[in-house]
Structures are given as structure tokens and as C-alpha cells.
């Protein structure tokens, strides 16, 4: 099962470095999702990537509680995210997005689109079939906002997306 791990922004790679290196018998998957986007520098466009949810940690493990237990006396994490006193995996739907996003390398690419009206068409891209939880766009800085349901609650996050055309 999916499961997430808090820890500081920034310091998402030092800990997935750690649970490789002291952990890995208690896991099976460990991914940080990440997203590509353009920046501008200078007078060039040029692709960035950068966490997708920062500060989080995405693991499959069968051994939670252990891992957990394990985890508490390294510094950098700060919980797996639980309730009640148990541990939360990811709903069958945000596992279904984990296992998606793992098996295209944990990166959230930039996607293509058009405008059509008042009506976004993407095109080409991870974010097709995803329009409707797109809140916003800045066509300049060839981002989109997208809302989504993660760790129990809605997350807003950036994602690449070029407008290509508008109609």
C-alpha cells in the first residue's frame, strides 16, 4: 500500500538517499514526485523540474509500522501521515495517481493545450482527461493550477502546461 511521508521541503532527496541506504527491507517503492516546467531565464525558456507536493515522500510499503518505528530516531522525517492513531494510505484513487506518476519515472510533465472559448483542451500530456481540475492558468509563465484530492484533504499544486493555441 501507498503511503506518504512528511519531512522538510527541500530535504525530500536526503531522506529518500537514507531510507535506501539503512531502509530498503522495509519498503518496496520510494519516489519523490517531482513536475517539469518552463522558466524563464534570461530571454530563453528552459525546463525545471521540482517537487510536486514538497515536503512529501510517496512509499509502498507492507511493513508501515516498522518503517515508521524505524524512521523516529533519524532526523529530516518528520511523520508518516496517520490518523487515530493509525497509519493512512493512500485512498485507492491516490494510489491509482502514486502508481501512475512511479511507473512515468515520478515526473509530472508538461502537457500541451489549447483554449477554446472559455473551455481548456489539453492535448498532449499527463494533465489529458484532467481538465476539470484545472483552477487556473498563467498562460505566460506556462503553468496550470490544478486541485487535487491528496493525503485526505484538496491540494493545490503547479503544473507545466503550453498553450499552444487559442480559438
Known sequence: MWYVIWTSSSHENTCVRLLEEKFSGLYTRVFIPTRTISKKRGSEWQLEQSALFPGYIFVDSDRIEDLADALRFHS????VLSTDGGYLPLTEE???FAEDL???GGNFDT?????DGDEIKVT????VG???FITKI?????IAFVEVNMF???IRTKVGLEIVERR
Open 76 to 79: 529530516g522525517f518528520n511523520i
Open 94 to 96: 491516490e494510489s491509482a
Open 102 to 104: 512511479y511507473g512515468r
Open 111 to 115: 502537457s500541451v493545450g489549447m483554449i
Open 124 to 127: 498532449g500530456g499527463p494533465l
Open 130 to 132: 484532467l481538465e476539470g
Open 138 to 142: 498563467d498562460r505566460h509563465k506556462r
Open 152 to 154: 485526505g484533504k484538496k
